[in-house]
């Protein structure tokens, strides 16, 4: 048992050891105590500053302006069709977002209405309600790729008499639940009956199903839990408590989301590093904090678990895996930039709870440049909550300067010079602490059978002045093959796409193949990490392969990718993933990113020859981090002994395009193969 979950397990032992009458008694009135009052609270919702409602408004009345979201049979029907998982997924999405919009705005304007009053007497509201009852009258809220009980039956309908429980059972159950809290007196004036059926709809698809099964494979009771347990134990967590009015069963449902929230705390490493990435921190991680904060105010002393050692960590994953912006290292199926709004303020909250400023001037960072101190696809209930907080309403709308900037003066205070996560083997070092000014190398060492996981085991971005030039693609949309047996046909998954070496052939998926003998210098001089990543690739592919990653400070700065290795193919190959222009020649190569940030790439052209391909992007999930396009620079090894080495060394550059070299444009059009490389 991992020193969390042993933490966990002491800290709930009395909840678990306590009579349901108590545990009922304990939890009595619970919507009275979350800290989010409904809309007939005015003093609250009247106190948002003026420019934070008059977004909410002018989103609510975007929204009044077209037509709402259909969920159709035909799209949820076309992952079993052709794969296709957006159609749907996107539409439920959209609808929610909807809902949470109007809701917001219904509550900071307070309108309201009898049930006789006209068409137009409280537009936001009567919209809100359509948008709630159209998620009621679908027959499943869950997507169609999770509903293993419809395609068991070779089914392209789901059952509504036998619901599956996942991730968008859960969101539409939480939205239900928050419209339900905050509108409700508006509600019971102006539609009699709605919240009833808003009930029994949470009971039949999310709680009922909760209690009645308990070998859902999201639990993670087998050790493999990941995101989905603390999204959905938050959801059933919220509904229970502002949904079930039975004390003795709402106290049954608070011990279940416990004893199953422990699957998930084994999980984390003491490092607070998560395995699955930035963008499911926030779906993860920060789901299991406000899980945390909901307990302590239901429950008291009894329920408030938020001393825990493991979640100081925990909080600063964000702020460690930072680039500049909205730019961060992105592992596995991670996108590098965080371009849908995130719920900031939990990471305020926590900041000020654990003593950590400098978390907290980087959640206000976040918020503004987002343009969001409330985003409602974040999540109803986050949105509700940080409007309700007015420190953070103040910190988002203050005029003053956000605390971020360049050059070298520590006016970014969540940036460290280094932060090393020993448990994920990711090593993330800048030239300067506290700004995103000049070299910042990120390396992973790890497995191939991590959360998310792509063939990365090695790889390694560098970004110059805050923008990453060499990067790690990402995720593309997801299909109903992604988390099936042809995941690594997906070309962004695989390891000829990641900046690692190709001994003769690629790495392999599993946690067997990984790395070993990781050690890392961690110093004012430099930083860095060495691996023996041969672990990696099919057993007899290569004996030995170390690979060297450090970033060198000082007046010349430099980051440099030593690999030394033995064994291997006929053609040794070292890739390398660059985003922006590349021009290249003998022993040089120079990318320079949209942003104008540069970075000129060197090494001894007697050790290798060089060559490009330039992959077009058309997938939504890629081009909103890069652009419509990437290149790939692919160094071949001229040494053919069984032996050889290679250094790479990166440097803040200029373009300067000269005699026999060759700009990646000039690849562009040519075709490429299956594997992605052109023709």
């Not at 678990?16 to 545990?23: C, W």
């Not at 678990?305 to 909080?315: D, K, N, W």
């Amino acid at each position: 048992m991992s020193a969390a979950a042993g933490a966990w397990a002491e800290h709930f032992a009395a909840v678990r050891a306590a009579p349901d009458e108590g545990l009922a008694a304990l939890l009595a009135g619970p919507a009275a105590r979350i800290g989010v009052p409904d809309a007939t609270c005015r003093a609250v919702w009247e106190a948002v500053p003026e420019p934070l409602r008059e977004r909410v408004r002018a989103d609510a009345d975007e929204e009044l302006a077209r037509p709402a979201p259909l969920l159709t049979a035909g799209a949820w029907a076309r992952p079993f069709r052709d794969g296709s998982r957006a159609a749907y997924e996107d539409a439920a999405w959209d609808l929610q977002e909807r809902v949470s919009r109007l809701v917001l705005a219904a509550v900071l304007t307070g309108e309201s209405a009898d049930a006789g009053a006209g068409p137009g007497a409280c537009p936001y509201l009567d919209a809100a309600i359509d948008g709630l009852v159209a998620f009621a009258e679908t027959s499943t809220w869950c997507w169609a790729p999770h509903e293993r009980f419809a395609s068991a039956r070779g089914e392209f309908v789901p059952d509504p008499d036998d619901p599956f429980l996942d991730l968008g059972a859960a969101e539409v159950a939480a939205l239900f639940a928050w419209a339900d809290h905050a509108l409700g007196p508006l509600l019971d004036r102006r539609v009699p009956g709605l919240r009833r059926r808003l009930r029994r709809e949470v009971d039949r698809r999310v709680l009922l199903p909760f209690e009645r099964r308990r070998d859902w494979r999201w639990i993670g009771a087998d050790g493999g839990a990941n995101n989905w347990n603390p999204w959905i134990h938050g959801a059933v967590l919220v509904s229970a408590l502002l949904l079930c009015e039975d004390g003795t069963r709402r106290a049954g449902i608070v011990r279940l989301v416990v004893e199953g929230l422990g699957h998930y705390v084994a999980t984390l490493p003491d490092d607070g590093g998560i395995d699955e990435g930035i963008a499911y921190w926030w779906v993860g991680a920060c789901r299991l904090l406000e899980i945390l904060d909901l307990l302590a105010a239901v429950g008291g002393p009894a329920l408030d678990a938020r001393e825990l050692p493991l979640l100081a960590a925990l909080l600063r994953y964000p702020q460690r895996m930072h680039r500049g912006g909205d730019r961060y290292v992105n592992v596995g199926d991670a996108p590098a930039r965080l371009t849908v709004g995130q719920p900031w303020w939990v990471v305020f909250r926590w900041g000020g709870l654990l003593g950590q400023p400098e978390t907290r001037a980087h959640a206000v960072a976040g918020a503004r440049l987002q343009g969001c101190a409330a985003p409602p696809r974040a999540g109803l209930g986050r949105a509700l909550a940080a409007l309700a907080d007015p420190e953070w309403c103040r910190a988002v709308a203050d005029d003053g300067p956000a605390p971020v900037g360049g050059g070298p003066d520590p006016v970014a205070p969540w940036l460290a010079r280094e932060s090393w996560l020993a448990r994920l083997q990711i090593l993330v070092a800048r030239e300067h602490a506290g700004s995103h000014a000049g070299l910042a190398l990120a390396v992973k060492a790890g497995h191939n059978g991590e959360h998310h996981n792509h063939l990365d085991v090695g790889t390694y971005w560098v970004a110059a002045d805050g923008e990453p030039l060499v990067v790690d693609v990402g995720r593309p949309t997801y299909t109903a093959q992604t988390f099936g047996p042809d995941r690594y046909a997906a070309w962004p998954m695989r390891s000829d796409w990641h900046n690692v070496p190709e001994p003769g052939c690629g790495q392999r998926p599993g946690p067997g193949f990984a790395a070993r003998d990781v050690r890392v210098e961690l110093g004012a001089r430099e930083a860095g990490m060495t691996a023996e990543i041969g672990g990696a690739y099919p057993p007899g592919a290569v004996a030995s392969w170390v690979r060297t990653a450090r970033l060198v400070r000082g007046d010349t700065a430099y980051v440099e990718v030593a690999d030394r290795w033995e064994g291997g193919g006929e053609h040794v190959v070292i890739r390398h993933v660059l985003a922006g222009d590349v021009v290249h020649g003998p022993g040089r190569a120079t990318v320079t990113g949209p942003g104008g940030a540069s970075l000129e790439m060197r090494w001894d052209p007697a050790e290798a020859n060089a060559d490009v391909v330039v992959r077009p992007l058309d997938d939504p999930q890629l081009t909103g981090s890069w652009g419509s396009r990437l290149t790939r620079l692919t160094l071949t090894a001229r040494s053919r002994a069984g032996r050889g080495r290679l250094a790479v060394r990166w440097s803040l550059g200029q373009p300067s395009p000269g005699d026999g070299e060759k700009q990646n444009s000039e690849v562009a059009a040519a075709p490429l193969n299956k594997r992605g490389e052109h023709l």
